[in-house]
């Protein structure tokens, strides 16, 4: 006799998904991600060098969602790297700073980037972040959201110092990929046995 309790299996098919993060040096990207990664938020981050990459499960709805998501250096010295970096994302968190109008003011380049090397029609999601310093804030929700329509693209204000906003940021991003059948359809899907008596129904981790 076994002792596995067959009520705590259960097959669901999973979608493996590319994010990308990008966006000007300084703005948050590698906090962002950290937060929702490992719910940790660092006041003295290093600059990303390259690329970093981190892969997390996550469930929605009733879809199994293996997210590698690719946090990559704002400096411009490595503009050059980053340009491979696009090709076949799924989704593109686009980060600025609300208190820094030139982060803002930049969005365009990085959207003009995006759009010649992607390889699909990524969903974009515009993330205003540190909102928790919106008393310093030098654009306003209404420019950003204005924008983020004009490029149609979502729009959410984040602060991963508050944690606020950034599990929101990536499900909405998630789900808006799972709604467009033109970036799921080529995905693997593949049925897996996922062990729901693990109270975590995520990991995370280097890959
Ligand atoms: N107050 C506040 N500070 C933040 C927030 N997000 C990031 N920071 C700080 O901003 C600085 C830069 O954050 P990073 O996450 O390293 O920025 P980045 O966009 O990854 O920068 P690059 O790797 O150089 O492209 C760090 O000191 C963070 O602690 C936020 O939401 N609020
Ligand atoms: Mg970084």
Sequence with gaps: M???????????????????IIGDSGVGKTSILSVF???TFDEHTRNTVGVDLKVKMINIKDKLVRAVIWDTAGQERFRTLTSAYYRGA???ILVYDMTSRPSFDHLKVWLRELTHYATTDPVIIIAANKADRKEER????????????????????????????????FEELIQKILDKP???YEVEEKPITLDTSHSSDS?????
Excluded at 2 to 19: A, C, E, G, R, W
Excluded at 156 to 163: G, H
């Design 2 to 20: 076994s002792d596995v309790n067959d009520s705590s299996m259960k097959t669901v098919l999973q979608h493996n998904f590319k994010l990308l």
């Design 37 to 39: 990664a490992n719910g």
């Design 90 to 92: 799924h989704g593109v």
């Design 138 to 169: 030098t654009v306003s929700s209404a420019e950003g959201l204005l924008y983020a329509r004009e490029q149609e693209a979502l729009y959410i204000e984040t602060s991963a110092k508050t944690q606020q906003g950034v599990q929101q940021a």
């Design 182 to 184: 033109e970036l799921c």
């Design 203 to 207: 990991y995370c981790g280097y890959c």
